[in-house]
């Protein structure tokens, strides 16, 4: 379906019904670069399975038209770096993000709302949040919980300590193959985690899972199921009021604080 934001910009979405039949709450996620509302499938239906009204929003300022014309025009490395630092993408990102919010509130009226998002997603969600940013963007933290998947670190969009005044609960996920755009180490995506003060905040490490599983790209199954069990477990502590971490699995380690 269609939302209209506030600048009356058509928003595409994607829209995963409670599979609980009571809603427990709605989730907003926020794809990647170039990720549009048909993506990021595993994550909506695990997150409807769970309770809650997921909506997956597609982003104008940054789908897949977006990409495709900076790439034309400066090349993959170059035109990705040139769109996750632009203001304008943000600003559209965020109007969107408070569209499916809104709405998501008019079906469902009860329970937490989440923000999701993956790579540029994440970034949203972190500015969201209240992370400090390079770009100027200055979140609402309308959300009672957020999920970064691949979160940045220091660098072009987040300086030193940008994550140390977000209060709210918080679960963030890597691989040790999440490599940064310009081929930093995925061990940068553990800053956030680092900065941020305790209160229920999740680090989760998956072994093995590179930037595009997340986005349910690839040999995926591993890490979606990994994820899926992580943000099960998050969510359940953030509705019952306890941030106790879970017990370990396989190819997961989690940090919590």
Same mark, same amino acid.
């Given at each position: 379906m269609q939302l $209209?934001?506030?600048?009356?910009?058509?928003?595409?979405?994607?829209?995963?019904?409670?599979?609980?039949?009571?809603?427990?709450?709605?989730?907003?996620?926020?794809? /990647?670069?170039?990720?549009? %509302?048909?993506?990021?499938?595993?994550? &909506?239906?695990?997150?409807?399975?769970?309770?809650?009204?997921?909506?997956?929003?597609?982003?104008?300022?940054s789908g897949r038209a977006a990409v495709r014309e900076r790439v034309r025009r400066s090349g993959l490395r170059e035109g990705l770096a040139e769109l996750i630092t632009e203001p304008e993408a943000y600003r559209g990102r965020l109007m969107d993000i408070a569209a499916a919010r809104r709405?998501?509130?008019?079906?469902? /009226?009860? &329970?937490?709302?989440?923000?999701?998002?993956?790579?540029?997603?994440?970034?949203?969600?972190m500015m969201e949040a209240g992370a400090r940013n390079r770009i100027g963007i200055r979140g609402t933290d309308a959300f009672d919980a957020y999920i970064a998947l691949s979160p940045q670190g220091a660098g072009p969009i987040f300086p030193e300590n940008a994550w140390s005044?977000?209060?709210?609960?918080?679960?963030?996920? $890597?691989?040790?193959?999440?490599?940064?755009?310009?081929?930093?180490?995925w061990e940068t995506r553990k800053q956030p985690f680092s900065n941020m003060s305790p209160g229920c905040k999740w680090l989760g490490i998956v072994d093995g899972a590179t930037h595009f599983n997340f986005?349910?790209?690839?040999?995926?199954? =591993? $890490?979606?199921? #990994? $994820?899926?069990?992580?943000? &099960?477990?998050?969510?359940? &502590?953030?509705?019952?009021?306890?941030?106790? =971490?879970? %017990?370990?699995?396989?190819? #997961?380690? #989690?940090?919590?604080?």
């Open positions: $209209t934001r506030e600048d009356q910009t058509a928003v595409a979405v994607t829209v995963h019904a409670p599979g609980t039949g009571t809603c427990r709450g709605i989730a907003v996620i926020s794809p /990647g670069a170039g990720g549009s %509302e048909t993506g990021y499938r595993y994550l &909506g239906e695990a997150v409807s399975s769970l309770g809650y009204l997921s909506v997956v929003v597609g982003h104008p300022e709405w998501a509130r008019g079906q469902c /009226g009860n &329970g937490d709302a989440i923000l999701i998002g993956h790579s540029m997603g994440a970034a949203s969600a005044g977000i209060t709210r609960p918080v679960l963030m996920l $890597t691989g040790t193959r999440d490599t940064e755009l310009g081929g930093a180490s986005a349910g790209v690839g040999l995926s199954r =591993p $890490t979606e199921a #990994l $994820t899926t069990r992580a943000l &099960g477990a998050f969510l359940d &502590g953030v509705r019952r009021g306890d941030c106790s =971490p879970p %017990e370990r699995v396989p190819g #997961l380690e #989690l940090l919590t604080k």
